[in-house]
């Protein structure tokens, strides 16, 4: 680890009660320090002076916890998570923001490592023809996030057994969530979908390497593409054991042979 784990935390903790007067929001931030101490795969809880890849690359190998406070991070440049079991959460969900500014044709985060978990971040990427998230890990959990704004939601690529699960989805201009390749088990729960482009772009995609998966629960709302699925690959539409139960005009789903 090319970072003192100490000098780190010691930075962390500064960088948290420097920015309140909140006798009682300190006692928590020191509780949570002390969890850390405790149990180091917890991770760190960092505030937006404190970079995200740095937080990162203090983990241990085999991955743990990163608690975002509430505020905003700037993200012009990709940040590529290799290692498995990474896990970054908001302690203030959706008041934890993720902006890129930058024209790219790059995705904000990229995960490879299994069982990777995403959970309750606001995106927003008004200028790229990126995706805000794109996993090749097994096992990946994207959850409770907000996309606003952006070119790509999430693209799982080539993974099994994905999840994306109560997410929000605000003015797409490209597919909001995308399955490529083969993808075996694939979960796509809960979700909500407005304003996307209609224009051969999809509130979910799936490729027709997506197989054995169930798309439950979803509420779309615009009168363009919504979803395009494959027929005979899923069984979504035919197998109860794979269900396709979503709030959809039936006209606005592709079935693909």
Avoid at 22 to 39: A, H, T
Avoid at 231 to 252: C, F, H, K, W
Wanted: hydrophobic content about 35%; glycine content about 8%; aromatic content about 8%.
């Amino acid at each position: 680890m090319s970072r003192n784990t100490t000098s780190y935390r010691g930075s962390l903790t500064r960088g948290i009660y420097s920015q309140t007067n909140d006798s009682r929001f300190r006692s928590i931030m020191r509780q949570l320090e002390d969890e850390v101490k405790r149990g180091y795969n917890l991770g760190p809880v960092i505030t937006p002076d404190i970079s995200i890849r740095d937080a990162i690359s203090s983990l241990p190998k085999n991955g743990g916890r990163i608690v975002l406070s509430e505020g905003e991070w700037t993200f012009n440049a990709n940040l590529s998570v290799t290692r498995p079991n990474v896990h970054i959460l908001s302690m203030s969900p959706q008041k934890t923001i993720l902006r890129r500014t930058k024209t790219t044709s790059d995705n904000m985060l990229t995960l490879s490592g299994a069982e990777c978990i995403i959970e309750g971040i606001r995106f927003i990427d008004e200028n790229s023809s990126g995706f805000c998230i794109e996993s090749t890990g097994n096992r990946t959990v994207v959850k409770n996030c907000f996309f606003q704004d952006v070119y790509g939601g999430i693209k799982i690529t080539g993974a099994n057994f994905c999840t994306v699960e109560g997410n929000h989805f605000v003015d797409a201009d490209g597919h909001n969530v995308e399955f490529a390749n083969t993808c075996v088990g694939a979960l796509i729960s809960n979700n909500r979908f407005e304003e996307a482009s209609g224009v051969s772009k999809f509130n979910i995609l799936l490729s027709t390497g997506t197989t054995k998966s169930t798309m439950v629960g979803n509420v779309l709302d615009w009168a363009g593409g919504e979803i395009s699925s494959p027929y005979r690959a899923t069984g979504m539409q035919e197998l109860a054991t794979i269900p396709l139960v979503n709030v959809v005009d039936s006209s606005n789903i592709t079935l693909t042979t």
